[in-house]
């Protein structure tokens, strides 16, 4: 059995946790205890800083898996200091707003070295993974740089407005200024990473975990050919509500919905994937909502508070795609 999904960071990686957890508490003869699970991550959060290039979400997704997540922060090492930081600052170094951990900046300074000895993406995050054992196969959504910028308001700016990275919107300004448009930079003339659409294509299941819908799960599937192998794969897909009740469980995904003009409900998410989604994990009491027609709508409680209880929301996500066809 061949599972692939779809992952931001923390949302998709707190998920990924629970369904390895899940598969690896099967009995062995059933199917699903030996599936392998491919994961195509969202890359259009990366950034470069101090002269390297920093994936969060494949890295939340690597550390989770690979057990060296900060667990209450969900981003981030374990056990992390901050001497290089501090030194930066006190060289006056900008940015200031995002802040690298030592444990952290391995990481990206074995990345950046591999990049610039040639290798692709994929080939630096299989080396990466080398030492993390994440379980899965982790893939970039493509190999080509794409990158999320944000446009604010500015009266300074001329025509009034102008354009950031992602990051310094998400994190310098905690989303707090409307996006006026949200842009994913580069994604046209992006190609799929190697093996990323043969994973949706071949997988027994589609699994789409609760990532942002906008800057996480939007940008992987607005790289050309994805949304197509979604709605073209045999697989059943599946997803989980991100919104619980009106509300993002964690960040501001409500201030993304609104940019795009999709109001923070379970139902317009749904509504996002309408054309390849097959069945929808809600909230209790999300299920009373107008869903989009031929979406399976399924309601239990989907607060990933612990491993156990993301293992259970994924062992639904599974049980729900065995029940359905295309
Ligand atoms: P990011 O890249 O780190 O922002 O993470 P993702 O895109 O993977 O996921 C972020 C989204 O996960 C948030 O917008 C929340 O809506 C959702 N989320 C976080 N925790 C939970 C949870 O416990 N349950 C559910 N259903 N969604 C969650
Ligand atoms: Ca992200």
Not at 163 to 168: G, K, R, V
Not at 224 to 252: L, Q, W, Y
């Amino acid at each position: 059995m061949h599972i692939t999904a779809l992952a931001g960071g923390i949302g998709g990686a707190r998920f990924l946790r629970g369904l390895l957890h899940h598969l690896r508490s099967l009995p062995s003869q059933t199917p699903a205890a030996n599936a392998r699970v491919t994961v195509i991550g969202n890359t259009a959060d990366d950034v470069t800083l101090h002269g390297l290039r920093v994936c969060p979400d494949l890295d939340t997704v690597m550390y989770t898996l690979g057990g060296g997540i900060h667990e209450e922060q969900g981003w981030g090492r374990a056990a992390e200091t901050f001497t290089v930081a501090e030194e930066l600052t006190a060289h006056g170094a900008q940015p200031q707003w995002f802040t690298l951990g030592d444990r952290d900046l391995a990481t990206h300074i074995l990345r950046t070295r591999m990049l610039g000895a040639g290798m692709t993406l994929s080939g630096v995050t299989a080396a990466l993974c080398e030492r993390w054992q994440p379980g899965v196969e982790l893939l970039p959504m493509s190999d080509d740089r794409v990158e999320t910028h944000v446009v604010i308001d500015d009266p300074d700016a001329e025509g009034g407005r102008r354009a950031i990275h992602f990051q310094e919107w998400w994190v310098r300004l905690h989303a707090a200024v409307p996006a006026r448009q949200i842009l994913a930079v580069g994604i046209e003339q992006a190609k799929p990473a190697p093996g990323v659409i043969e994973a949706i294509q071949t997988a027994d299941v589609v699994l789409l975990p609760p990532s942002n819908p906008v800057v996480s799960i939007g940008t992987i599937l607005g790289v050309p050919g994805i949304r197509e192998a979604m709605r073209t794969t045999s697989a059943p897909v599946v997803g989980i509500s991100p919104i619980v009740r009106g509300a993002p469980v964690r960040g501001m995904a409500d201030a993304c919905l609104s940019a795009i003009g999709v109001s923070t409900t379970a139902a317009a998410v749904a509504g996002l994937y309408a054309d390849f989604l097959d069945g929808w994990l809600v909230a209790d009491g999300d299920d009373k909502d107008e869903h989009p027609e031929g979406v399976t709508v399924r309601a239990r409680p989907l607060l990933m508070g612990d491993v156990p209880a993301a293992a259970a929301i994924a062992a639904d996500a599974v049980d729900l795609a065995a029940t359905l066809r295309r």
